[in-house]
């Protein structure tokens, strides 16, 4: 195993290792800290935030990258839109944990409507949902279609949603 010196105390340190044992400062065989993984945010922006932002990865400090953008994508995002593992996104998001006013997630906790295999939201369909509206194979809502039973205002509900979408997408 190589031996370097640490780019901030000066003591002697394994080149292979991701923070210095003396003083902390992460990767310290490295002259220029870059950090791990991937950033980009484009120039056009909106109230200050990128209109794109995209981040993976660790920074130069070893603290995880948040994409923050109007679309924000990453393993974790903060945005109007949102696609990440992990995130917010105020109108929509998209990902494994996802919290929004819409969500498409394997855990989705939505205010309006959520679709995942846990759902949350006035409307919700999944695997097991908590709603007003829900469709599900269980779950908790004042008006539930489950495997446990067909609500007739739930049934005519989601019967009346699924047309709507076919007649917006002219099917």
């Known amino acids: 195993m190589p031996l370097t010196q640490?780019?901030?105390?000066?003591?002697?340190?394994?080149?292979?290792?991701?923070?210095?044992?003396?003083?902390?400062?992460?990767?310290?065989?490295?002259?220029?800290?870059?950090?791990?993984?991937?950033?980009?945010?484009?120039?056009?922006?909106?109230?200050?935030?990128?209109?794109?932002?995209?981040?993976?990865?660790?920074?130069?400090?070893?603290r995880w990258r948040v994409a923050k953008g109007v679309i924000a994508i990453g393993q974790f995002g903060i945005g109007f839109v949102t696609c990440a593992q992990f995130?917010?996104?105020?109108?929509?998001?998209?990902?494994?944990?996802?919290?929004?006013?819409?969500?498409?997630?394997?855990?989705?906790?939505?205010?309006?409507?959520?679709?995942?295999?846990f759902a949350t939201g006035y409307i919700a369909i999944g695997q097991f949902v908590l709603a007003y509206y829900g469709l599900a194979q269980a779950g908790l809502a004042r008006y539930l279609w489950s495997q446990a039973g067909k609500d007739p205002v739930a049934v005519e509900f989601f019967r009346g949603l699924l047309q709507s979408a076919r007649d917006f997408l002219h099917l």
């Open 6 to 62: 640490c780019r901030e105390c000066q003591r002697e340190v394994s080149a292979d290792a991701q923070s210095c044992p003396h003083c902390g400062v992460p990767f310290p065989a490295r002259k220029e800290p870059r950090g791990r993984g991937f950033e980009w945010k484009s120039k056009q922006t909106i109230y200050g935030y990128p209109l794109v932002h995209i981040a993976f990865g660790r920074d130069a400090q070893n």
């Open 87 to 117: 995130g917010v996104g105020v109108l929509f998001g998209f990902g494994q944990f996802m919290l929004g006013l819409t969500a498409v997630a394997q855990f989705a906790v939505a205010a309006l409507f959520g679709l995942g295999q």
